[in-house]
């Protein structure tokens, strides 16, 4: 008797985990304007008169991308017992209307979407919906959880916090992927000429306040307090050398969640880490499995451990070919977490500045120039190889004229750097009344055979209005993107300044344009660094 009862419940085990046979189909979707967009789906199929309820998961393209983007992840999830559909966005890809950039319009997209769907499919269960992305796909995703509510999950892949954080980082115009997403926008969509007014406004300084708004309604942020009401639960995936996206901005966003979330900073480039996932037969990667064991805990109720902690985990930047991953129970983590403080002095006749506790000289001058020893490399290439070819600059062969560099004393111990680098109290004095700042952060070695610091992150800031020439002016607290990295013992944290940087659109980029870094009785600027166990 025991052993038959045993046995009918491993055959029913087995049978709960076989794979669901599944039917894919394309789909013209009417959505609330009479908009019709592109899409496909992968859906269970089941006996005619079964009352099984399935969850609805719905994935969004990414920008540029065809509403077959994500075939291997919706066709897997309809195995495992899931509706599942991708669309494309309005504008893209054969989808009608004009792309709308992540606003308004997508957002109510997305509400028409989850009601189509579960008129067309009756199994599809109206209490278990999520929605999911990457890059363009995330920022609606987003959204659109926040403005309806039967979203009950969302997967958001190297999305975004701000529209104007992204494309305005502390008012440096991202002149690189500014481009990037106009060409390729160019080539698959319909895009409004609203955008390309926007993006010429942050380029010039023109109409800032319109501007702002047309970037707020497209920005998930605004839906934070509608996100934490209801606790949707979050997972959230971004790549520390991402340039459009940037690391720190989602670092951020997580730590305002209320709800369920889980993060991962990953090394690459913008959506590196996650595209693995979209090749057949190849998405078994720990950014998807954590997907899939997402949705299955948060709309089937399977105990998996994945809203436990650790809830956070980032790839170290510095380990070339070895990916090693560090793991934390939340963000700030509870325990062994760190904020070591230097203040910059002047470099007094030396080649570096220093970094201590209190220092002073100065003051220092440096000007712009096109030809900067201390840059992010290759602006498209050197990101991606970033990880097993990291980029370096020659510190002590620096044009004082142009750059300045501080260092540390050497490190008495091996120390893991993690999380956002901060720099505040920056006073300079400028030629012109518009100017730009760029702050990099190195690992400097000065070795026998080696005086090259490998970059470990950066920041920018331009400076466009409410500054006249020759006055002192305090530069707002800089933001450092997220960054987690080894400096091994005997080596210095450097901090480096300079007025370009070939990723951003320079307020001014005339040659005889200059500023001053002033000390105080303390010291300059105060450069704060997370760190972590190891």
Request: glycine content about 8%; aromatic content about 10%; proline content about 6%.
């Amino acid at each position: 008797m025991i052993r038959a009862q045993l046995l009918a419940a491993l055959m029913a085990v087995s049978v709960a985990q076989e794979p669901y046979p599944v039917k894919f189909d394309f789909h013209r979707i009417k959505s609330w304007d009479g908009t019709e967009l592109n899409g496909n789906s992968y859906v269970p199929i089941v006996e005619a008169n079964s009352t099984k309820k399935f969850p609805l998961v719905i994935f969004i393209n990414s920008w540029g991308s065809p509403s077959i983007e994500y075939v291997a992840p919706v066709n897997r999830f309809a195995k495992k017992g899931y509706v599942g559909l991708e669309y494309a966005a309005r504008g893209f890809y054969g989808s009608g209307g004009e792309a709308g950039v992540a606003g308004p319009d997508d957002i109510k997209d997305v509400t028409a979407i989850i009601t189509w769907a579960l008129q067309k499919w009756p199994m599809a269960d109206p209490e278990q919906v999520a929605l999911g992305g990457i890059s363009y796909g995330a920022g609606i995703s987003l959204e659109g959880a926040g403005a309806d509510s039967r979203v009950k999950a969302v997967l958001a892949l190297s999305g975004w916090k701000s529209l104007i954080d992204a494309l305005w980082w502390q008012q440096a115009p991202s002149l690189v992927w500014s481009d990037i997403l106009v060409i390729l926008g160019n080539s698959t969509a319909n895009l409004p000429p609203q955008l390309f007014q926007m993006l010429n406004n942050l380029m010039t300084y023109q109409n800032v306040n319109a501007t702002i708004e047309y970037g707020h309604l497209r920005s998930p942020d605004r839906f934070l307090t509608q996100l934490n009401s209801r606790k949707v639960p979050i997972l959230i995936s971004n790549n520390q050398e991402d340039n459009l996206f940037h690391s720190n901005f989602q670092l951020d966003f997580w730590e305002q969640l209320q709800g369920p979330k889980r993060l991962f900073l990953n090394q690459g480039t913008h959506a590196e880490a996650e595209l693995k996932g979209l090749i057949p037969g190849e998405d078994d990667t720990y950014i998807w499995d954590a997907c899939d064991d997402w949705l299955d805990h948060f709309l089937k109720g399977v105990q998996n451990n994945i809203e436990k902690p650790p809830l956070v985990r980032i790839t170290l930047g510095n380990k070339e070919v070895e990916m090693v991953h560090e793991t934390f129970d939340t963000w700030p983590p509870s325990t062994g977490y760190n904020v070591m403080q230097y203040r910059a002095g002047g470099r007094g006749g030396s080649k570096f500045g220093t970094l201590g506790a209190s220092t002073t000289a100065g003051p220092d001058t440096i000007s712009f120039t096109n030809n900067t020893k201390m840059s992010c490399g290759e602006p498209v290439i050197a990101p991606v190889f970033k990880p097993v070819v990291p980029i370096r600059a020659k510190l002590n062969e620096l044009d004082p004229n142009h750059e300045i560099a501080f260092l540390t004393e050497k490190f008495e111990k091996d120390t893991r750097v993690c999380g956002n680098i901060h720099l505040k109290d920056l006073v300079v004095s400028a030629t012109a009344d518009r100017f730009q700042v760029y702050g990099y952060i190195y690992s400097y070695h000065n070795g026998l055979l080696a005086h090259s610091g490998t970059l470990v992150t950066h920041t920018p800031t331009g400076i466009w209005a409410g500054y006249k020439a020759g006055e002192d002016y305090t530069v707002p607290e800089l933001e450092f993107r997220s960054a987690c990295v080894d400096i091994k013992k005997g080596h210095q944290l450097a901090l480096g300044l300079n007025m370009k940087n070939a990723l951003y659109k320079s307020a001014n980029e005339n040659a005889g344009v200059s500023m001053t870094i002033k000390y105080g009785p303390n010291g300059g600027p105060l450069l704060s660094v997370p760190t972590v166990q190891s």
